[in-house]
């Protein structure tokens, strides 16, 4: 699958908080709702700017803080197709591809707001199309590979009822 | 090959011998959800198909997170909780019973040697008895609660050597801040952290509780330490399951060891808006302050109370502030009424409210105005954390937010206390 966009740019250590505040997330299961304040407390307009298809572009330790899942849903129901970090925090990691949100370790530091990107995910290839530039990828974990290939955990434990890695 | 806390943990859990780096699914001895994060669970779990859990007398629910319910919105997700555990038979604790961290071990729903996942970041506190824990999502907890197991990537262990012990006044608040401010917020990323050494043994459970708590804002995946004979004193009465406890091996692996020696340690503030942006007390001092908020799964046990009640025994509360006590289960609550010291709090001039993580998390009761300061004994100061992204939080321990809600201004408790 390729993905295109365009960048939005954060700096590091951006925690769920920030993703989506937790005065909005008890209230509601209506993702739809949740993605209207998606980043808001950093951007106010983020939501109103971003189009379909458009990408997180953050520092290190993208997600940290909460377990909230309600973090990497309120970013895929804004319609953004993926994030890339220099390095993400462990539950936010686990979540986004539990949740199907394609995230993606890589040297993030040369992309700028605007830059168009695309990013090829099965090859694992990051590309600047505005600089030019192809970005390496860190390669998923197997397991989570596998999870991504069912479409999230919850398909995963459609199919199989189980944990199923074999 | 020697092991630490975490490969032996996951060794006991997964039926073969594992170590840092190696991916395994392991058996949970418990899973816990609250109500920002169970309702979606529940989703999750029906959309798998889930019919069962593995074991209902192995699953909790708390409604903690925003209790009691201030909104319609939120009375709707608490309703979805309370009928699916009646339905699947699971543990409910409903509003007034406490913050999930604090009545997990004190209910004795978790004992030495334990694996468990929690749908709350903060679940590495129970580290501090010798229990691997650790957060997850909802989808996770979901699938833990179907089948009783999760997949982990087994962590490596960063060494906290704490020596000598902490003088008066400074609490092992100070610690895990100045600890998180000297390694930032990512420094134990996919890690475990073990605390060892004097400075830890000399410590009450609570005390310890406290620093396996803030373990995540270092990004660390669990925060241990050792059984000994207080675990041993605190466990007992409180729970019906035998305790297996885990210690490191001396030859076992180690990312990295640092080394602390308490007797040097101070007050330590987190300024706005990172934790681990770490100062000693004194580059804040006498920082005029609007609100004051004592609680939480931090610091909201019986200790913190006494701490701050022994402060303000016969004073009053600056006039130029409010100070919000949240007591962290309905056991604190009753053991600090049975010992005076919520006599002492409210009489001094505190509000207390329901035991619960509201102000903490921005849901409700204390929410600050624009421009406003925080003093809080909280584990986070994200900007807008506590409802309002234009007030500003700094976290300190009990004591120092008491001698502070005495001045209206950040004060040093040693100040106070000497």
């Not at chain 1, 377990?67 to 686990?94: D, G, M, N, T």
């Given at each position: 699958m390729l993905l295109k966009g365009k960048a939005f740019v954060f700096g590091n250590d951006i925690n769920t908080d920030y993703i989506i505040s937790g005065k909005y997330k008890?209230?509601?299961?209506d993702m739809n709702e949740l993605a209207r304040h998606v980043m808001e407390d950093l951007d106010p307009n983020f939501y109103e700017k971003v189009k379909e298809g458009d990408m997180i572009v953050a520092g290190s330790?993208?997600?940290?803080?909460?377990?909230?899942?309600q973090a990497p849903l309120a970013i895929k129901h804004a319609k953004i197709s993926c994030v890339l970090a220099s390095s993400f925090a462990r539950i936010f990691y686990r979540n986004s591809i539990n949740t199907g949100l394609p995230v993606i370790e890589c040297d993030t530091s040369q992309i700028e707001a605007e830059d168009e990107l695309e990013v090829d995910l099965q090859k694992g290839i990051v590309f600047n199309k505005t600089k030019s530039m192809e970005i390496p990828v860190t390669p998923l974990p197997d397991v989570m590979i596998k999870i991504l290939r069912d479409g999230g955990l919850i398909q995963h434990f459609q199919k199989f009822g189980d944990f199923n890695f074999d | 090959m020697g092991k630490t806390i975490s490969e032996k943990i996951f060794s006991q859990h997964c039926g073969e011998d594992v170590y840092a780096g190696d991916l395994v699914i392991a058996r949970l001895d418990f899973v816990m959800g609250q109500d920002g994060t169970a309702p979606l669970a529940i989703n999750s779990f029906n959309e798998m198909g889930?019919?069962?859990?593995?074991d209902p007398s192995k699953v909790a629910f708390v409604i903690d997170h925003s209790a009691p319910s201030p909104l319609e919105g939120v009375s709707a997700l608490h309703k979805l909780m309370r009928e699916f555990s009646h339905e699947k038979k699971l543990l409910l604790y409903d509003?007034?019973?406490?913050v999930c961290h604090q009545l997990v071990p004190e209910q004795g729903h978790v004992v030495p040697g334990d694996l468990v996942v929690g749908a709350?970041?903060?679940?590495?506190?129970?580290g501090a008895i010798n229990v691997f824990s650790t957060g997850v999502g909802s989808t996770d907890l979901a699938a833990a609660m179907i089948s009783g197991k999760l997949w982990f990537k087994v962590p490596e262990t960063i060494q906290f050597r704490c020596e000598g012990t902490l003088q008066p006044g400074v609490s092992s608040k100070d610690l895990i801040l100045r600890i998180i401010g000297d390694?930032?917020?990512?420094?134990?990323?996919?890690m475990a952290a073990e605390f060892t050494g004097e400075g830890i043994t000399r410590m009450e459970i609570e005390e310890r509780f406290t620093i396996a708590n803030m373990a995540i804002e270092m990004g660390a995946k669990a925060g241990l330490m050792e059984y000994d004979e207080k675990v041993e004193a605190w466990l007992s009465g409180r729970t019906q399951k035998t305790p297996r406890p885990v210690a490191a091996d001396p030859d076992a692996r180690y990312h990295e060891i640092k080394t602390y020696d308490l007797r040097q340690l101070e007050p330590q503030v987190a300024c706005p808006h990172?934790?681990?942006?770490?100062?000693?007390?004194q580059e804040v001092?006498?920082?005029?302050?609007?609100q004051a908020f004592l609680g939480t799964?931090?610091?909201?046990?019986l200790l913190d109370l006494e701490v701050a009640a022994k402060i303000l025994s016969g004073k009053k509360i600056s006039r130029d502030l409010r100070f919000i006590v949240a007591p962290a289960s309905r056991d604190v609550y009753l053991e600090a009424m049975n010992r005076g010291i919520i006599q002492t709090l409210v009489e001094a001039g505190a509000a207390v409210v329901t035991p619960g993580c509201g102000p903490c998390v921005g849901t409700h009761n204390g929410v600050p105005s624009d421009g406003e300061v925080v003093l809080s004994t909280a584990n986070r100061n994200f900007?807008?954390?506590?409802?309002?992204?234009k007030a500003f939080i700094y976290l300190a321990s009990p004591a120092t937010v008491a001698a502070s809600v005495l001045t209206g201004k950040i004060t040093d408790p040693r100040s106070i206390l000497s």
């Amino acid at each position: 699958m390729l993905l295109k966009g365009k960048a939005f740019v954060f700096g590091n250590d951006i925690n769920t908080d920030y993703i989506i505040s937790g005065k909005y997330k008890f209230k509601t299961l209506d993702m739809n709702e949740l993605a209207r304040h998606v980043m808001e407390d950093l951007d106010p307009n983020f939501y109103e700017k971003v189009k379909e298809g458009d990408m997180i572009v953050a520092g290190s330790n993208f997600g940290c803080g909460s377990s909230r899942e309600q973090a990497p849903l309120a970013i895929k129901h804004a319609k953004i197709s993926c994030v890339l970090a220099s390095s993400f925090a462990r539950i936010f990691y686990r979540n986004s591809i539990n949740t199907g949100l394609p995230v993606i370790e890589c040297d993030t530091s040369q992309i700028e707001a605007e830059d168009e990107l695309e990013v090829d995910l099965q090859k694992g290839i990051v590309f600047n199309k505005t600089k030019s530039m192809e970005i390496p990828v860190t390669p998923l974990p197997d397991v989570m590979i596998k999870i991504l290939r069912d479409g999230g955990l919850i398909q995963h434990f459609q199919k199989f009822g189980d944990f199923n890695f074999d | 090959m020697g092991k630490t806390i975490s490969e032996k943990i996951f060794s006991q859990h997964c039926g073969e011998d594992v170590y840092a780096g190696d991916l395994v699914i392991a058996r949970l001895d418990f899973v816990m959800g609250q109500d920002g994060t169970a309702p979606l669970a529940i989703n999750s779990f029906n959309e798998m198909g889930g019919k069962t859990l593995f074991d209902p007398s192995k699953v909790a629910f708390v409604i903690d997170h925003s209790a009691p319910s201030p909104l319609e919105g939120v009375s709707a997700l608490h309703k979805l909780m309370r009928e699916f555990s009646h339905e699947k038979k699971l543990l409910l604790y409903d509003i007034g019973d406490g913050v999930c961290h604090q009545l997990v071990p004190e209910q004795g729903h978790v004992v030495p040697g334990d694996l468990v996942v929690g749908a709350d970041s903060h679940t590495c506190t129970y580290g501090a008895i010798n229990v691997f824990s650790t957060g997850v999502g909802s989808t996770d907890l979901a699938a833990a609660m179907i089948s009783g197991k999760l997949w982990f990537k087994v962590p490596e262990t960063i060494q906290f050597r704490c020596e000598g012990t902490l003088q008066p006044g400074v609490s092992s608040k100070d610690l895990i801040l100045r600890i998180i401010g000297d390694i930032s917020a990512d420094g134990a990323t996919y890690m475990a952290a073990e605390f060892t050494g004097e400075g830890i043994t000399r410590m009450e459970i609570e005390e310890r509780f406290t620093i396996a708590n803030m373990a995540i804002e270092m990004g660390a995946k669990a925060g241990l330490m050792e059984y000994d004979e207080k675990v041993e004193a605190w466990l007992s009465g409180r729970t019906q399951k035998t305790p297996r406890p885990v210690a490191a091996d001396p030859d076992a692996r180690y990312h990295e060891i640092k080394t602390y020696d308490l007797r040097q340690l101070e007050p330590q503030v987190a300024c706005p808006h990172t934790v681990d942006n770490i100062s000693p007390l004194q580059e804040v001092e006498n920082l005029p302050i609007q609100q004051a908020f004592l609680g939480t799964c931090t610091n909201g046990r019986l200790l913190d109370l006494e701490v701050a009640a022994k402060i303000l025994s016969g004073k009053k509360i600056s006039r130029d502030l409010r100070f919000i006590v949240a007591p962290a289960s309905r056991d604190v609550y009753l053991e600090a009424m049975n010992r005076g010291i919520i006599q002492t709090l409210v009489e001094a001039g505190a509000a207390v409210v329901t035991p619960g993580c509201g102000p903490c998390v921005g849901t409700h009761n204390g929410v600050p105005s624009d421009g406003e300061v925080v003093l809080s004994t909280a584990n986070r100061n994200f900007k807008g954390r506590m409802g309002n992204s234009k007030a500003f939080i700094y976290l300190a321990s009990p004591a120092t937010v008491a001698a502070s809600v005495l001045t209206g201004k950040i004060t040093d408790p040693r100040s106070i206390l000497s």
